[in-house]
């Protein structure tokens, strides 16, 4: 399945159906970037020493294994997506990315999507669970911190093998789009749920790592 295209900048007359249809459009597709690279190529390693990526027009930084490869991929919509992947994991993948998506002008903070519990059930849990029904999804924890939602959770993804997630969105102003707006950076680290118990640790040290760019 192909990520869907994200779309914020509906028009309404009545401001409270605005809200609704932007957040529902919103949690419906965040979704899918979220989960985008379940179906990239697979590569992927533990690598004993971090190196600390950073982008001054997001202004955010993180640190990660420095063995693991970066490169850019294209989505459908046009948007792309930077991966930073463990060349040694093979058939799975262990990978970080991050993704940017323009939002309206008026979402000045990630509180304009909900609190980060009601953005954890709208985004992460798929249609089943809110429904009460039998899904292959767990959220461990979600929390707000840094300015920014942290989300630990275990899905299984159509044809893949269970995957942990730990993934950060956080509201940037401009983001490098040349609007005045702001843009959602979505950053993703997984990692088969088979592996995390060994990559935990490093999981841990690059999610404590997230913060604003300093040059």
Do not use: C
Request: net charge negative.
């Amino acid at each position: 399945r192909s990520p869907q295209t994200l779309t914020f900048m509906q028009e309404q007359k009545d401001d409270s159906a605005v809200d609704d249809s932007t957040r529902r459009s919103w949690f419906a597709n965040t979704a899918a970037v979220v989960s985008a690279a379940a179906f990239l190529p697979n590569t992927a390693a533990l690598a004993a020493d971090l190196t600390t990526y950073q982008n001054q027009v997001l202004g955010f930084q993180i640190a990660y294994p420095s063995g693991w490869e970066k490169s850019v991929q294209q989505l459908p919509d046009r948007r792309t997506i930077t991966l930073f992947i463990d060349p040694t994991s093979g058939e799975d993948k262990t990978l970080m990315f991050y993704a940017k998506t323009p939002i309206r002008d008026d979402f000045t903070s990630l509180g304009s999507f909900g609190s980060v519990e009601e953005v954890a059930q709208s985004t992460i849990l798929p249609k089943g669970e809110l429904q009460g029904e039998a899904t292959p999804s767990k959220m461990l924890s979600a929390e707000s911190k840094k300015s920014a939602y942290y989300f630990d959770y275990v899905a299984t993804p159509e044809n893949q093998p269970e995957t942990h997630y730990r993934v950060i969105f956080s509201l940037v102003q401009g983001g490098g789009t040349g609007a005045a707006g702001a843009v959602l950076m979505t950053l993703t680290i997984q990692t088969p749920e088979s592996r995390y118990a060994e990559m935990k640790p490093m999981f841990d040290k690059m999610v404590d790592s997230y913060g604003k760019f300093q040059a």
